[in-house]
């Protein structure tokens, strides 16, 4: 089975990556979590999660922890305490990142059974991806951190949200392949990514995001969704407060001479004070 669909393949043979990209695909992308994988969830305090929701808007969101909350039983399982708001049957897409030793792994899967005490996930989809671009900051689970404050929603962005946009190195981005929710092929799934820059690399508006969209490891799994399906749900956090904007937007890669910039137009955000019981230094 092809471990990218054709929206990423489409990128790939732009890029002039698509042949190689075939031959050793399911080599990188693989149908289950390695071990190293497996240890690497079972030491994280969070996993940033893409879903979405009844009416298919992707959205990126965070579940925290201490250490151990999320575990592997077995390499086709990942367990996580917590996210019972999701359905069983569910596509989602995982990625465990460890700023401060710059390591990030992604999984996707579909949720296969909610309990009591939580989720589990078949995976689908499990690959490594490179250091660059990760800031490097050390996270921390919280127990008794203070409760969210009042959510506020907006349908685009006040100032106070482009404060925490334009001051950010680091933001997720949720995005999904259209048949994500109706069948069961392992590339057309949901999505969670990581981006990263110097501070003041997105350029925000109150109703749009620019992003110049830096080389990677030419996989194209957010750019190939955004190619066949442009809406997607990104994810800015205040590291000192724990403070989040989610943003629910429709993206597009726009092209100029030897660079490609990401554009995201904002339908509507929530921005929710104190929300992770997380801190960073």
């Known amino acids: 089975m092809a471990a990218f669909h054709e929206g990423e393949i489409a990128l790939q043979a732009q890029a002039g990556v698509d042949k190689r990209l075939a031959e050793v695909g399911s080599r990188v992308i693989r149908d289950h979590m390695p071990d190293q994988?497996?240890?690497?969830?079972?030491?994280?305090?969070?996993?940033?999660?893409?879903?979405?929701?009844?009416?298919?808007?992707?959205?990126?969101?965070?579940?925290?922890?201490?250490?151990?909350?999320?575990?592997?039983?077995?390499?086709?399982?990942?367990?996580?305490?917590?996210?019972?708001?999701?359905?069983?049957?569910?596509?989602?897409?995982?990625?465990?990142?460890?700023?401060?030793?710059?390591?990030?792994?992604?999984?996707?899967?579909?949720?296969?059974?909610?309990?009591?005490?939580?989720?589990?996930?078949?995976?689908?989809?499990?690959?490594?991806?490179?250091?660059?671009?990760?800031?490097?900051?050390?996270?921390?689970?919280?127990?008794?951190?203070?409760?969210?404050?009042?959510?506020?929603?907006?349908?685009?962005?006040?100032?106070?949200?482009?404060?925490?946009?334009?001051?950010?190195?680091?933001?997720?981005?949720?995005?999904?392949?259209?048949?994500?929710?109706?069948?069961?092929?392992?590339?057309h799934g949901v999505d969670v990514s990581h981006r990263g820059g110097p501070p003041g690399f997105v350029a925000a508006a109150p109703g749009e995001l620019r992003v110049a969209d830096y080389p990677g490891n030419n996989y194209f799994n957010t750019l190939g969704n955004l190619l066949l399906q442009p809406r997607c749900g990104l994810l800015f956090i205040d590291y000192a407060s724990g403070t989040t904007l989610h943003i629910a937007a429709r993206g597009q890669v726009e092209r100029t001479p030897g660079a490609r910039e990401l554009v995201l137009q904002v339908e509507k955000a929530r921005y929710t004070p104190h929300a992770l019981p997380l801190r960073w230094r």
């Open 37 to 187: 994988h497996r240890e690497f969830f079972a030491q994280l305090p969070f996993v940033v999660l893409g879903s979405l929701d009844e009416s298919g808007q992707p959205w990126a969101s965070v579940l925290a922890g201490a250490p151990g909350f999320a575990h592997s039983p077995q390499p086709r399982r990942l367990r996580i305490a917590g996210g019972q708001g999701l359905r069983a049957g569910a596509s989602i897409g995982l990625l465990g990142i460890e700023a401060h030793t710059r390591r990030r792994n992604r999984m996707n899967g579909v949720v296969d059974t909610v309990d009591e005490h939580g989720l589990e996930i078949a995976v689908r989809q499990s690959f490594g991806n490179c250091p660059k671009y990760i800031q490097p900051r050390e996270a921390s689970f919280v127990p008794d951190a203070p409760p969210p404050g009042p959510v506020r929603t907006m349908d685009t962005l006040d100032e106070e949200a482009l404060q925490l946009v334009r001051a950010s190195d680091t933001f997720f981005i949720a995005t999904s392949h259209p048949a994500a929710a109706a069948d069961g092929v392992a590339a």
